[in-house]
């Protein structure tokens, strides 16, 4: 069974960094392009960052471009994103996405990042 | 990069059909075959419902089906049960630079 089980979420102040890990199981973690999306308190999901098999190709959205890193480490099954200078607009459930071709067909359930003082 | 955009909500009595649009421009949705659908129930995480614009994940109902016309995709709920209620996501491939966007998100509502 394919399982995708966020953590590093919390509460933190404005300019302060997190990171955000996912723990995967149930499939061949190496072998999948994965997936950040985010989604605001009552908004819709926004597509964050992804990144490819071997981590050497990482896109972001324009709104973290610069401050959120992707990085996987295929020997540990684990995703992550690092986020560094957070504004409260980051504020949302982040949920790591398994990507099969060009849908998302595992989802995480998700892990809360509050960004307030 | 400009927004998709969806009813923010549609409804109907069981057994009725309700159709979601998803209209984009020539650089997403009418750009790309890879339009995908998401159902997300309240609390939960999203749940893939169809992917490649019209196929559905084994698991789906027949009840869900999708097209696309140009820039506008369209998901239609047949039959509308109960457990339909919930919010629906579309989503497109948007290429290289720009990746993904989601739509707006529409809130089916059983009467």
């Known amino acids: 069974e394919v399982q995708l089980v966020e953590s590093g979420g919390g509460l933190v102040q404005p300019g302060g960094s997190l990171r955000l890990s996912c723990a995967a199981s149930?499939?061949?973690?190496?072998?999948?392009?994965m997936h950040w999306v985010r989604q605001g308190p009552g908004e819709g999901l926004v597509w964050v960052s992804r990144?490819?098999?071997?981590?050497?190709?990482?896109k972001y959205a324009d709104s973290v471009k610069g401050r959120f890193t992707i990085s996987r480490d295929n020997a540990k099954n684990t995703l992550y994103l690092q986020m560094s200078s957070l504004r409260a607009e980051d504020t949302a459930v982040y949920y790591c996405?398994?990507?099969?071709?060009?849908?998302?067909?595992?989802w995480g359930q998700g892990s809360l990042v509050t960004v307030s003082s | 990069q400009s927004a998709v955009t969806q009813p923010r909500s549609v409804s109907g009595s069981p057994g009725q059909s309700v159709t979601i649009s998803c209209t984009g421009t020539n650089s997403d949705v009418g750009g790309y075959n890879y339009v995908s659908w998401y159902q997300q129930l309240p609390g939960k995480a999203p749940k893939l419902m169809i992917y490649d614009v019209s196929k559905r994940p084994s698991g789906v109902p027949d009840r869900f089906s999708a097209s696309k016309s140009g820039n506008t995709a369209s998901l239609t709920i047949s039959g509308l049960q109960a457990e339909d209620e919930g919010d629906y996501y579309c989503?497109?491939?948007?290429?290289?630079?720009?990746?993904?966007?989601f739509g707006t998100g529409t809130k089916v509502t059983v009467l």
């Open positions: 996405v398994r990507a099969d071709n060009y849908r998302f067909d595992y």
């Open positions: 149930g499939f061949t973690f190496s072998t999948y392009w």
């Open positions: 990144t490819n098999t071997d981590g050497s190709i990482r």
């Open positions: 989503c497109s491939y948007a290429g290289t630079y720009t990746s993904y966007v």
